[in-house]
């Protein structure tokens, strides 16, 4: 709602390699989860590649590369193959999956933990239909060999086509979210605002277009938003229909939270500590970031939150030192 709490929310999220794709299992790990921190609200993390598995990506879950599954198949080769990207139904089995999840965690949590279930951008998706890797952090995407920049050469209205197949489907699956009983969402944006990867002409035509649509889907609940990684342009996102944008403001190229009451104006900053030092052994580091970081946006209504989702192996003293660190204020 825009407005100054006692103190500022806290949450944190991480990937579960080897049971994202049991929803029981993935279901009683993210509940543990929540009840040994006592996070102010839990994102749900799903596998982040059942989106592409809905038009026939498959990966190999007993093989990961990191926090991604070495993938096996992909489907847009060529322009022609942007034809394979039809509407499908909102309870396709990857989708039915994350209803599963969310279901069982409703019956381990009950119903005052808030739930924010991540949906991605539908441009991410046909990314990861061409076989390349979600943009985002830190990691190099030079415009020269980004398979998109070639679609939207060789095919406009095939990848217009695509996109909107994506997009109806992603908003039936939404409406299926809200019925699910989900408190919000967490809307991965990914790193397609990055600066130098598309045009802004390219963004508002195949990104804004179509993330408006969904996001219209989703008016109902409170909506998280996400631009990832490095020079990600979140000022950007300041007219779109969201009640808290969540960037990396450690990250070369991204503005200061404490700076952005003049064009963030109502929407809800989040962010403040840099999750790359999760893992590392750096219980003192992250609590004296979230310190500062709660010291610099005293003024400001905020969420605190690392920057992007943390380590698989972060340790239990780190991930204390960072939920104590707004009951020490």
């Not at 592409?52 to 992909?74: A, F, R, T």
């Not at 790193?191 to 219209?216: I, S």
């Not at 900053?269 to 790359?276: L, T």
Request: charged share 25%; net charge negative.
């Amino acid at each position: 709602k825009g407005e100054k709490p006692d103190r500022p929310p806290v949450t944190e999220y991480r990937h579960v390699p080897g049971y994202e794709n049991d929803p029981i299992k993935l279901a009683g790990i993210l509940s543990d989860f929540q009840n040994k921190y006592d996070w102010d609200f839990l994102k749900i993390n799903p596998r982040a590649l059942y989106y592409h598995e809905v038009w026939g990506n498959q990966y190999d879950y007993s093989n990961y590369n990191g926090v991604v599954p070495k993938i096996i198949k992909h489907v847009i080769d060529s322009p022609a193959d942007l034809e394979k990207i039809v509407e499908k139904n909102g309870t396709e089995k990857p989708f039915k999956d994350q209803l599963d999840t969310i279901a069982e965690m409703r019956k381990q949590l009950g119903n005052d933990i808030p739930l924010y279930m991540t949906v991605f951008t539908p441009i991410g998706i046909l990314l990861n239909l061409c076989g390349a890797r979600s943009l985002g952090r830190y990691r190099k995407s030079p415009r020269d060999e980004s398979p998109l920049i070639q679609l939207f050469e060789e095919d406009r209205e095939g990848v217009h086509r695509a996109l909107q197949a994506i997009t109806n489907t992603l908003s039936a699956y939404c409406e299926e979210l809200l019925k699910s009983g989900i408190d919000g969402v967490f809307y991965a944006g990914l790193g397609m605002a990055r600066e130098g990867y598309m045009t802004l002409e390219e963004w508002n035509e195949y990104v804004k277009a179509y993330d408006l649509q969904v996001l219209d889907t989703l008016k109902s609940v409170p909506i998280l938003f996400h631009t990832c990684g490095i020079y990600s342009n979140p000022q950007r996102f300041n007219d779109y229909p969201i009640q808290a944008l969540h960037w990396a403001e450690s990250a070369t190229g991204n503005p200061k939270i404490k700076d952005c009451r003049s064009w963030l104006k109502t929407i809800t900053p989040m962010g403040g500590v840099d999750e790359r030092l999760f893992g590392t052994g750096a219980a003192d580091k992250i609590a004296a970031m979230a310190a500062q970081s709660i010291k610099d946006d005293r003024n400001l209504p905020f969420i605190l939150a690392p920057e992007c989702s943390v380590a698989v192996n972060t340790l239990d003293e780190e991930l204390k030192a960072f939920r104590a660190s707004v009951e020490n204020i």
